[in-house]
């Protein structure tokens, strides 16, 4: 499973949620930070709104991770 994070250089909230995800998901999924001004569609997404947290396709929250809907999304995953 993949976990994608967009996130923004410089961006102090994004390095504190990749702090909490990555040990929450080893071993359990693959995270894919995306800068979200690589892309004018992700801008025009999320802007301002990072860090933003989302599994095959759905957004599972923004700004501060959401371990119990991460986790829950991630074990799912590995039971299928």
Sequence with gaps: MEVIVYSR???HLC???LGELEPL???R????????????E???TYGERVPVVCC???????YT????AVLERVTAF???
């Design 29 to 40: 999924a693959s995270i894919n930070v995306r800068d979200v001004d690589d892309r004018p």
């Design 25 to 27: 998901v080893r071993g």
């Design 15 to 17: 390095e504190l949620l």
């Design 9 to 11: 250089r410089g961006c």
């Design 42 to 44: 992700w801008q025009a």
């Design 56 to 62: 095959d396709g759905d957004e599972i929250c923004h």
């Design 65 to 68: 991770l959401d371990r119990a």
């Design 78 to 80: 590995g039971q299928t």
